[in-house]
């Protein structure tokens, strides 16, 4: 796992990258809560199509039985946002538009609005909404979330991350193009930077109860 000291962004600044093998960033029982909920984040790809291979870019739970929720780059298909019911499965998925074939910054949203919809927007723009098998509400477990991997260490991230961020609200378009363009100020629940440029700590700066990741 790699900390650089500088990745250009939108200005001058750190990542991590992870190496699609065991890297990640364990930030073990975060409260994301049940309901309403927006998860946000910056990445890049480390090669086209991550190579034709899918990695988590963060998840609560794991890929097996304990599933809750999902965002991750899907090989040929871009980045998938998946909320599960039981557990056992997803119930319901929203996708961006097509492979990203670049290895440059982008910038992701995927909100839940229980029983309503879940969405997929990329660098600002809705890319895909979704209305049927909503759960009325997210599975309340103890599982990890986690960056760059999912809490059974599976769908490893070949690539940056940065700027990881969870809101307790549904986010509008309107509130996603700012969050992409910086324009308005918008403090999450959590609020992993990601940019300390050294050590083994991420930082939760956001307004829950911290829950700062280990990176491995």
Not at 26 to 47: E, H, M, P, Q
Not at 108 to 126: N, R
Not at 129 to 143: A, F
């Amino acid at each position: 796992l790699e900390v650089p000291a500088s990745t250009s962004l939108q200005s001058t600044r750190s990542s991590i990258a992870f190496d699609g093998a065991n890297d990640r960033v364990d930030c073990n029982d975060v409260d994301a809560g049940t309901s309403n909920l927006s998860i946000a984040g910056w990445f890049k790809l480390s090669s086209s199509n991550m190579g034709g291979s899918t990695g988590t870019l963060i998840a609560k739970g794991d890929n097996g039985g304990n599933r809750v929720w999902t965002v991750f780059y899907s090989a040929g298909n871009g980045v998938r946002f998946a909320v599960s019911a039981d557990g056992s499965s997803f119930a319901a998925e929203a996708t961006s538009s097509g492979a990203i074939t670049d290895t440059n910054w982008h910038h992701f949203v995927a909100t839940y609005e229980p029983s309503t919809a879940i969405k997929m927007y990329l660098d600002g723009v809705l890319q895909e909404t979704v209305t049927s098998s909503i759960p009325s509400s997210l599975r309340d477990t103890n599982d990890d979330l986690r960056m760059g991997s999912n809490s059974d260490g599976a769908v490893d991230f070949s690539g940056n991350l940065r700027d990881m961020r969870i809101y307790d609200y549904t986010k509008s378009a309107e509130q996603v193009a700012s969050l992409y363009s910086n324009t308005y100020p918008q403090t999450p629940k959590h609020y992993w930077k990601m940019d300390e440029g050294t050590g083994t700590t991420a930082s939760d700066t956001g307004t829950g109860t911290a829950s700062n990741g280990t990176i491995s």
